[in-house]
């Protein structure tokens, strides 16, 4: 089973930008996907962004789309999630997800969490304002 480890979290000033790694334990297998989520003190757990091992694809939540980017590094086992123009709501736990169920899936599909079978610890990342 993958195990996932992310790091890159930490405090940061509003306006910022913070990049985010993920880390598989195990070697990627092409028709993997790989997800970002957050989850804020108080609210559900949140979709940002997820990437394909194979192609590359990637597929952002709507009201983020312009500050995020998703990227991987099949050599390194490695997804990252690059956030630009932090701001003080952006304070949240992060968390990695990885969906290794190789069966076809509807991209709209990848946001829901219940999509991803393994997850991180999270890493927490603070904005100060």
């Known amino acids: 089973q993958v195990h996932l480890v992310e790091s890159g979290g930490g405090l940061v000033q509003a306006g910022g930008s913070l990049r985010l790694s993920c880390t598989a334990s195990?070697?990627?297998?092409?028709?993997?996907?790989m997800g970002w989520f957050r989850q804020a003190p108080g609210k559900e757990r949140e979709f940002l962004a997820s990437i394909r091992w194979s192609s590359g694809s990637t597929y952002y939540s709507d009201s983020l789309k312009g500050r995020l980017t998703i990227s991987r590094d099949n050599a390194e086992n490695t997804v990252y999630l690059q956030m630009n123009n932090l701001k003080a709501e952006d304070t949240a736990v992060y968390y990695c997800a990885a969906r290794t169920n190789p069966s076809t899936i509807f991209t709209f599909a990848l946001a829901r969490e219940r999509s991803y079978d393994t997850w991180g610890q999270g890493t927490q990342v603070t904005v100060s304002s």
């Open positions: 195990t070697r990627t297998i092409d028709n993997h996907y």
